[in-house]
C-alpha cells in the first residue's frame, strides 16, 4: 500500500499532530509526503517529503485572491504548480490520496484531474470546518468535490461532523477519527508536582480561540477571590497575539505570578506537564468564526494525569467529561471559570485521566485505525 500525503505546510509547531500521524504510519505503509512549504526540518525531521512550491503568475495570482476574497469563486490553479504536482504523483503511483484540510484537498483537485481508481480522503481539523463555512464558494467547492464516489471524509470529533452537515456537506464515506497522542512519551513521572505554589498551565498558541484573555480575566478574578492561595500561571507558546497579552497582564497587576516560557520542545512541555497541577485551555469560537478540533494539547495533559479546566467549545466535550476528568464552562463565562480555578484546585493528579486518553486517544491505536479507512477505500474502488 501506497499513500501520498497532501499538506500546505509541514512541520509547524501547531501542526504536530500531522507530523505525529506521517512518523507512526511510515512504520506500516510506504508514504509520500507532498507540501508548498517545509519548517523546522531539525525540529522534525522526515525523509520522504517533497515540497513543491505554490507559485502562480502575478496577475492570476491576484485574481484569483480577488476572487476568493470577494467570495465570488473559490480556486487554486496554477499551471507550474499543476505539471509538478502531476509528475510527482505519476512517481509515487499511490494506492490512495490523503489531504490534510479541505483548502489543500481543494488545490489538488484544482491542479490534478482525479483518477477515480485512486481512493481520495480529506481530513478536516478545525478552522477548515468552522470559520471557512461562511464562505459559500468554499462550501460549494467542497460540496462538488465529495460527490465523487473515490472521496471520503474524516473528522476529527462528532461535532466537527455536524458542522459539515449543517452546511450540506456530507457522504455516506464519512469517518470520525480521534487523534492520538504519544502515551509513552507523555508519561509522568512518579514524583508529584511541588505544593508550594498551585501551577495552572495551558500550551498553545497564541491566538484568539485559545482564550488567553478569558482565561486571564478569570485568573485575576479568582485571585482577588481567594488571595492566601498561593498560585502561578504559565502561558507557554507563541503566536500573534503575545504583545497584547503581555499588556493584559500587566494591566491586571499579574506580572508577578504569570510566566511565558515562549516556544517549548516536546521535551520542555513535558516538564512543564509534570509540574504543573491543573492544565487550562478555554477555547473560544472566534469573531471570524475560527474553533478547534480537538486540541491535542489537552490530550498530552491528559495523559499526565493533569485535571482540565477548559470549555464547552467544539469536540473537547468529546474528551473531557466535567466532574470527571475536571471541568467545563461555557466560553466566556468568566464568573463560573473562575470559580472552578478554585474548585480545581482540591484535586490531585487523576490516573482516570491517563487511561481516558489509552483507550481512544493514543498514536499507535489512531494509525492503526487510519490504515483500516486506507484498506476499506481502496477495497471499495
Known sequence: MKIAVLTHSFGL????FIYNEVCELNRQVALSL???QRYNPERFPF???KVIPYTQGRIRGKTLWELRKRDWHYSFYSP??????RSSIEKINPSLIHAHFGPEAIRFWDNLT????IPFLISFHGYDASRMLRSKSYVRKIKQLVKQPNVSI????TYMQRQLAGVGISSPRTHILYYGTDCDFFTPKETAATKDVYRFLQISSFREKKGHRYTLEAYARFREKHPALKTQMILAGEGP????IRAQVAALGLEQVVEFPGLVTPQQAKSLLQEAHCFVHHSVRSNTGDQEGIPNAIMEAMAMQLPILATRHAGIPELVESGVNGYLVEEKDIKAYAKRMFDITTWEKQALNRQKVLQSFERRQHAQSLIKIYQKSIASI
Open 154 to 157: 474524516i473528522c476529527v470529533s
Open 80 to 85: 507550474v504548480y499543476a505539471s509538478v504536482l
Open 13 to 16: 509547531p501547531t501542526e504536530t
Open 241 to 244: 497575539l503575545m504583545p497584547e
Open 34 to 36: 507532498l507540501t508548498c
Open 114 to 117: 482525479l483518477n477515480p481508481k
Open 47 to 49: 525523509d520522504k517529503v
